[in-house]
């Protein structure tokens, strides 16, 4: 990453170090180049910023809402799609998440899909944008540091769906490098680091549909003190590796040149520490609000084998709002 990103970094580590010593309860929202940041203790969060992280869910009640969407078109998609791929082609990267935004028409606001989304990880950050993650970053307790990457997704309907996404050939590669990945994040801030379960199924609602997504387990040892570098453990590890790629430092730069858009809070971190454990999700399943327009991001991730019209339409299938 640039000199930009690590002076950034620099300065939130130090702020969530500062409160990891001091066991201080601290919500955290990181953008995904770290160019914003909400970081607050949890008795001084303010009106406008509502989370869920990884806990029973408290349903406002059942709601149907009608969408539709406009995303990039197959064109637009495609001419990216050929990008990535010969920059794979060259060496300069051999797995690169692809993203894109596309203006969604519902009839509800941020905070009403906030309220009846059913989500593992929710956030709702003022007038600007909600989040229904599916998707853990690290969960730390007891000394130990847990990730589960997600790669990999089908829609669930499809007759032997499990089976199929776990014999694609495509899909074990992408989730294999993300894997590898992860390992090397987790060893620059972990030691014993070890993949406990590898690539099991979780079945996750998608609108009205049901998805299946590939996860696996990785942990490491982080030690009983591992409080007091809180702001390092998290940034040394950021932006996540499942929505960039690897290698990372030259996957970044060609995301930056490819999308074509700012990422902003899409992607990023956000998290609880409570003081003596902390949990965190990356920001994806992810609506921002553009003047008067909502715009919803999201992408997938891409390979040699990729293969450009499946590509875009699991983007497109990523588009969903999953009410209860």
């Not at 998440?97 to 203006?103: A, C, E, G, K, V």
């Not at 899409?266 to 003596?276: N, S």
């Not at 891409?302 to 209860?324: A, H, I, W």
């Amino acid at each position: 990453m640039d000199r930009d990103f690590r002076k950034r970094a620099a300065k939130i580590e130090e702020r969530l170090n500062a409160l990891g010593r001091s066991r201080t309860p601290t919500l955290f929202i990181l953008s995904y180049d770290l160019s914003e940041s909400y970081i607050c203790p949890l008795d001084q969060v303010e009106e406008g910023i509502r989370y869920h992280v990884d806990g029973p869910l408290r349903s406002e009640g059942a709601v149907s809402l009608p969408y539709c969407f406009d995303a990039v078109t197959f064109g637009q998609y495609r001419r990216a799609f050929d990008r990535v791929i010969e920059e794979i082609r060259r060496g300069n990267t051999y797995l690169l998440n692809l993203t894109f935004p596309s203006r969604i028409r519902i009839d509800a606001d941020l905070e009403t899909l906030y309220e009846h989304s059913d989500a593992r990880f929710k956030l709702l950050f003022k007038d600007r944008f909600v989040c229904f993650s599916p998707e853990r970053f690290v969960r730390i307790d007891q000394g130990r540091i847990h990730t589960h990457p997600m790669k990999g997704t089908i829609d669930a309907s499809i007759p032997g769906a499990e089976e199929k996404i776990l014999s694609d050939a495509k899909e074990t590669a992408e989730h294999v490098m993300v894997v590898d990945l992860l390992r090397n994040d987790l060893s620059m801030v972990a030691e014993k680091v070890r993949v406990e379960r590898f690539r099991y199924v979780e079945r996750i609602r998608a609108g009205e549909r049901e998805l299946l997504q590939v996860s696996s387990h990785i942990t490491g040892e982080v030690g009983e003190e591992w409080q007091n570098r809180l702001g390092t453990i998290l940034t040394r590890m950021l932006p996540a590796g499942s929505i960039t790629g690897a290698p990372k430092r030259k996957t970044v730069e060609i995301i930056r040149e490819v999308e074509g858009y700012d990422r902003g809070f899409f992607t990023g971190v956000f998290g609880v520490f409570e003081g003596e454990s902390l949990d965190s999700a990356v920001m994806i399943r992810f609506i921002e609000k553009r003047g008067e327009a909502l715009v919803y991001k999201s992408g997938g991730g891409l390979t040699l084998d990729s293969k450009v019209r499946e590509e875009y339409r699991e983007m497109k299938e990523k588009v969903y709002v999953p009410f209860l």
